[in-house]
């Protein structure tokens, strides 16, 4: 675990979206779950029976069970908390970008990193984001601001793996040159397909 952050999943309400969380994090090379008082007991056959979590059932039966949130990070160096509403906390806030940035840093500097996810209904409650060094979160619609649970899995792992990987957009201009427009392109393949036809290519 020390060279990948733990996602730790609050109080999660529903099997079907611990399932759905853990193959978000499985598409990204994350595998160190731990799983807070689950509502539904632990562990919990919907989590693993879940078509959405296919591939990801080794991890789910390697998922760590704890019972509340200072034993989730009893080991852990540094906690950004996942939440979507403003906070009276004086706390450093991220983009899920940004913070997947700083974590791959303090990763590399030798720390233990995690990230908080709330439950389904409400999200983390305020002493659970207090128990933080910092937050996450998105520039969503501000009149639809909820994210599931595995949609934010899955848009911070996605940020992992850009973080921590050699991925990087490739250049492919030349100099001197601009792109060609859609019409430009369909003008050129039909001059393209006139001469051939015109050459007696196609038969």
């Known amino acids: 675990m020390t ?63 704890c019972d509340d949130v200072p034993a989730a990070l009893s080991d852990i160096t540094y906690t950004y908390a996942t939440t979507a509403r403003a906070r009276d906390l004086t706390k450093t806030v991220f983009s899920p970008e940004a913070a997947m940035q700083d974590a791959a840093k303090r990763i590399a500097a030798g720390q233990r990193v995690a990230v908080l996810f709330g439950p389904e209904r409400a999200g983390l409650e305020n002493d659970d984001v207090a128990q933080a060094n910092a937050i996450i979160t998105v520039p969503v619609n501000p009149e639809f601001p909820s994210l599931n649970l595995a949609q934010c899995v899955l848009l911070t792992g996605y940020e992992w793996r850009r973080a921590s990987s050699a991925v990087s957009g490739r250049d492919d201009e030349m100099a001197g040159t601009d792109w060609a427009n859609g019409d430009e392109i369909t003008h050129l393949a039909r001059h393209y397909e006139d001469r051939l036809d015109e050459a007696g290519f196609f038969f």
């Open 3 to 65: 060279d990948r952050p733990a996602f730790i999943l609050v109080r999660p309400q529903m099997g079907e979206n611990i399932g759905a969380a853990a193959r978000a994090m499985w598409n990204f090379g994350l595998d160190h779950m731990r799983v807070v008082a689950p509502r539904d007991g632990w562990p919990n056959p919907a989590a693993v029976a879940d078509a959405m979590a296919s591939g990801a059932g080794r991890m789910l039966a390697a998922a760590q069970l």
